[in-house]
């Protein structure tokens, strides 16, 4: 299922059959990365991180990418993931208070 080609092929089929709404995506998407209070790495970090946690490879693979051509280091990376985890692990552990109720 997971093709980088099929993104980039596919994205045109998506703009033609809805494209005020991609529209609207493409402006958001480019609002939420401009330059701001937070630095391109960390943006780009922020969004590796998050691709990590709803585990979408396409993210993963583009906000890499994105993280290195901003300077992000295999430590930052690295870093990046474990914080990832620990959120998605910490999830799962706060969750299971559910299992006990009185």
Do not use: N
Not at 11 to 32: I, P, R, S, V
Not at 40 to 51: D, H, N, R, Y
Request: glycine share 6%.
């Amino acid at each position: 299922m997971y093709d980088l080609e099929h993104l980039e092929s596919r994205l045109g089929t998506l703009q033609e059959h809805a494209g005020d709404g991609m529209k609207a995506f493409w402006a958001f998407d480019k609002a939420a990365f401009a330059p701001g209070a937070i630095d391109a790495k960390t943006k780009q970090l922020l969004a590796l991180a998050t691709a990590l946690t709803t585990q979408c490879p396409y993210c993963i693979e583009l906000h890499t990418d994105a993280a290195r051509k901003a300077g992000a280091s295999d430590d930052e990376l690295a870093e990046t993931a474990m914080v990832a985890a620990a959120i998605r692990a910490g999830g799962a552990v706060t969750h299971a208070t559910h299992m006990f109720k009185k």
